[in-house]
């Protein structure tokens, strides 16, 4: 019962959120997991966050503008720009 109602209370925390943050919480929350996981310690779940929540944060901030796309160049470096309608 208290799993429920957590993550009832997570559900609806998240309903008022902005794609930006829904996209850091997630980045976040999956980065820490990954960290975790891949390290086995505090430390690297701890950057996993960090890097996960910015990650996450940037891609929710595309998705707030209307005609913005995010893409990579072939140098693997990330740019915001007008959606290519191919």
Do not use: H, W
């Not at 993550?7 to 996209?23: D, N, P, Y």
């Amino acid at each position: 019962m208290k799993k429920a109602i957590i993550l009832a209370f997570v559900g609806l925390t998240a309903a008022s959120c902005t794609q930006t943050e829904k996209g850091a919480g997630i980045g976040a929350v999956s980065g820490a997991i990954i960290g975790g996981a891949v390290t086995g310690n505090v430390r690297g779940a701890a950057v996993g966050a960090a890097i996960g929540g910015v990650s996450g944060a940037v891609i929710g901030r595309v998705s707030e503008q209307p005609g913005q796309c995010y893409y990579r160049d072939r140098y693997g470096r990330r740019y915001i720009d007008d959606c290519r309608g191919y």
